[in-house]
T-cell receptor, first 114, second 111 residues
Framework: DGGITQSPKYLFRKEGQNVTLSCEQNLNHDAMYWYRQDPGQGLRLIYYSQIVNDFQKGDIAEGYSVSREKKESFPLTVTSAQKNPTAFYLC?????????????FGPGTRLTVL | QKEVEQNSGPLSVPEGAIASLNCTYSDQGSQSFFWYRQYSGKSPELIMFIYSNGDKEDGRFTAQLNKASQYVSLLIRDSQPSDSATYLCAVGGTSYGKLTFGQGTILTVHP
């Protein structure tokens, strides 16, 4: 059963803690992405990776870190430096379809800071 | 700063009507255009993409692209209550895979 999985579905963090969100895909996609969505807002890109062992900052990378040691996995760490981490976090992966790179999303992780 | 703007909502249409969702973009180099549907509390799911000027139809959905006007739209024919969701427009530029998303338009289809 192919797809993108994210865990956990809900995550609660105390202030000052680092937390890691998991994202795994078995679609054999090369590229993976992390987005953040705040209520009533669109998606903002945090980090993306086109190949293993390489990743680039998106528009709002401050306070976040990632790794891409395997093609299937792209974990996101929300550090204590992220001032307002409460949001819905979405992982995506993409395949090239003709001239386009079509992104597909995982189910998301909802992070709440207590 | 690349921007993607969607028509402000919420948009309310009666069941069976045509819903029209609009999106404008600022980057003239944009090459690919996507529409996603997002139900409340869920992740976005792809409806369709378009990259050539003109219309592209898929069932009850039609995407329309006008690169000269930097405008892309989504028409939903015979709207159903199950179409009630937030619709996200996303635009891809020259950078591999990177998309810029609009803020979304909330659509409500009432019986």
């Amino acid at each position: 059963d192919g797809g993108i999985t994210q865990s956990p579905k809900y995550l609660f963090r105390k202030e000052g803690q680092n937390v890691t969100l998991s994202c795994e895909q078995n679609l054999n996609h090369d590229a993976m992405y992390w987005y953040r969505q705040d209520p009533g807002q669109g998606l903002r890109l945090i980090y993306y990776s086109q190949i293993v062992n390489d990743f680039q900052k998106g528009d709002i990378a401050e306070g976040y870190s990632v790794s891409r040691e395997k093609k299937e996995s792209f974990p996101l760490t929300v550090t204590s430096a992220q001032k307002n981490p409460t949001a819905f976090y979405l992982c995506a992966s993409s395949m090239r379809t003709g001239l386009t790179d079509t992104q597909y999303f995982g189910p998301g992780t909802r992070l709440t800071v207590l | 700063q690349k921007e993607v703007e969607q028509n402000s909502g919420p948009l309310s249409v009666p069941e069976g009507a045509i819903a029209s969702l609009n999106c404008t973009y600022s980057d003239q180099g944009s090459q690919s255009f996507f529409w996603y549907r997002q139900y409340s509390g869920k992740s976005p799911e792809l409806i369709m993409f378009i990259y050539s000027n003109g219309d592209k139809e898929d069932g009850r959905f039609t995407a329309q692209l006008n690169k000269a006007s930097q405008y892309v739209s989504l028409l939903i024919r015979d709207s159903q209550p199950s179409d009630s969701a937030t619709y996200l427009c996303a635009v891809g530029g020259t950078s591999y895979g990177k998309l810029t998303f609009g803020q979304g338009t909330i659509l409500t289809v009432h019986p």
